[in-house]
């Protein structure tokens, strides 16, 4: 049995057994439920370090496959190449911390800690999968505790409208990523149609899609990936459905199952339609500019610290999008480092601010001042986590954005120039002013308690050093996310080298798809012709 099989199906498995178990083994329960996030996340950190990039000949490791429905194509199909493989560590590492944060729960925890496993497990699954019609169900399988965990144990006034409004936005972005995907399949002659996506791209790569029908369905697929992932301007649902959320979902959801949208671009309507998405391009850039930009103005404005959260969270995917528009290896790495330094940095972020909720019944940072006095830990991490949202270096976050921004000048010199004043300044004023209304001052709390239980460190400590791991060392992540996004790139007719490593291929004097770069072994360049 493969490895991502036992990671995916575990939380899944749990939650069938939490459901036999009465309600009033709270122990138990909780016991269960932090178990099989903790053995999930322990085989999803050994698969990460057991890669070693030497793939089957379908190009993916840990492979498993069994057929399901061969008549419709239907397998079940789960591989780890360097595309998802950072994505399922990072959501594994999630999911365990968000089951610990959630010890405030003393409602109805059966049904909280049930809900939580099918959200985690469901989005791993659906990152592992290779087969569209598992990828599009365990998805799904994830989005639908969302509502039911924000309007239960939601938070607000606002929550059962935040609930309502996440679910018409994802439904509706999941309807048309189905429809999208039902097209693909059926473009497929009769006789061979599949929904394996490894047999997919490798008949589109000898037998391109007909223009006619790519002219529709690549931005059916964008549109709808797009709203699953608020990309500007289907961004509105993200920061109330964050700030109303429970913790442990805000965390799954903001930084793991967010991702969905981005990951699908990059291994479905990119590999498949290139020619499309040259031609959408810049109008990708343009829109990944405006969460950049106008998500990161809005955040500027706000006095509450989960919207202010939620809106930076929405500024950040932004940039995969700048990553994606590029169009080229750099960005296309880059963006993936961003989508697994978001997830680990929105999951931390959501963390702290519902501590600080729980401790001060409030998230107005009018109201706060002083903490870091009496919250020294939560402070310290929290401040830190900020200075990543900032893009300080040494954080994984800045290594993925200055790739993207390499990436993205080629394709238009403006939009990056003002994406660059998104990170720098836009980001650093919300972000160093969330600092120091919350964190400084001389406003006086008695009576709050700061994490002192080394067991309620870990959650925070655990994503705190995964940002710090991936910032000091990116090669954990690049050199994997290279080879696997390298076909992709050549198919938008970029010339590039085959060899040697990935910080020299990133040497930024030569890197440009206007020009090859030499194998740092043989030093010839490799070619790599257009899609046609």
């Known amino acids: 049995m493969s490895p991502l099989t036992i990671i995916f199906l575990l939380p899944l498995l749990t939650a069938l057994v939490l459901a036999l178990i009465p309600r009033n083994f709270r122990f138990s329960i909780r016991g269960l439920a932090l178990l099989a996030g903790l053995v999930s996340m322990l085989i999803a950190v050994h698969a990460f370090c057991k890669f070693d990039g030497q793939a089957s000949p379908s190009g993916f490791r840990f492979e498993e496959r069994h057929a399901w429905a061969p008549g419709a194509g239907i397998s079940y199909h789960v591989g780890a190449d360097g595309l998802n493989l950072g994505l399922i560590l990072m959501g594994a590492v999630v999911l365990f911390a968000a089951l610990c944060v959630s010890w405030r729960i003393h409602t109805r925890e059966k049904e909280y800690y049930i809900l939580l496993l099918l959200m985690g497990g469901g989005i791993l699954g ?40 996440i679910t018409l936005y994802l439904s509706l972005g999941a309807l048309l990523v189905l429809a999208g995907l039902l097209a693909v399949y059926l473009q497929m002659p009769g006789a061979s149609r599949t929904f394996d996506i490894v047999e997919l791209t490798r008949y589109f790569s000898a037998h391109p899609m007909q223009s006619g029908a790519e ?25 109330l459905g964050y700030g109303t959320a429970p913790t442990g979902a805000a965390m799954i959801h903001a930084g793991v199952l967010k991702k969905f949208g981005l990951y699908g671009l990059l291994r479905i309507a990119l590999p498949l339609m290139p020619d499309e ?50 169009m080229s290896l750099i960005g296309f790495t880059g963006a993936v480092v961003v989508m697994v330094a978001h997830g680990f940095l929105a999951a931390l972020n959501y963390a702290l601010s519902g501590y600080l909720r729980e401790e001060l019944k409030t998230l107005d940072m009018d109201q706060m001042g002083g903490l870091l006095s009496r919250l020294p ?103 994997n996310i290279k080879a696997s996004v390298t076909p992709v790139a050549r198919l938008m007719g970029e010339e590039i080298a085959g060899g040697g490593s990935v910080l020299k291929v990133y040497g930024l004097n030569s890197f440009s798809p206007r020009h090859p770069v030499e194998d740092n072994a043989s030093g010839a360049a490799v070619p790599g012709g257009p899609h046609r």
């Not at 002219?215 to 920061?239: D, E, K, M, Q, R």
């Not at 959260?309 to 528009?325: M, T």
Request: charged residues 10%.
């Open 377 to 479: 830990f939560i402070g310290t991490v929290m401040i830190m986590a900020m200075m990543a949202a900032c893009g300080l270096p040494g954080f994984a976050g800045f290594f993925g954005e200055t790739l993207v921004f390499f990436g993205s000048w080629h394709r238009s010199e403006v939009v990056t120039v003002l994406a660059i004043w998104g990170a720098l300044i836009v980001a650093g004023v919300y972000m160093l002013r969330a600092i120091r209304s919350i964190w400084h001052g001389d406003k006086q709390w008695p009576g709050l308690s700061d994490v002192t239980n080394p067991w309620r460190r870990l959650p925070y400590g655990l994503l705190l050093a995964a940002l710090l791991v991936f910032g000091c060392f990116p090669r954990l992540l690049t050199d």
């Open 126 to 165: 659906a990152f592992a999968s290779l087969d569209l019609f598992f990828f599009y169900i365990l998805h799904e399988l994830a989005l639908v505790p969302a509502f039911i965990l924000i309007g239960v144990w939601g938070v607000g006034k606002d929550k059962n409208y935040a609930a309502y409004q």
């Open 215 to 239: 002219h529709w369905i690549f931005p059916l697929l964008l549109i709808g990936f797009g709203i699953l992932v608020s990309l500007y301007p289907f961004h509105t649902w993200a920061p």
């Open 277 to 326: 998405a040259q031609r959408w391009a810049l109008i990708i850039a343009a829109l990944g500019l405006g969460n950049v930009v106008l998500c990161g103005a809005v955040a500027m404005r706000q006095r509450e610290l989960n919207m202010l959260l939620g809106n930076s969270s929405v500024a950040h995917v932004g940039f995969a999008f700048l990553g994606i528009a590029s």
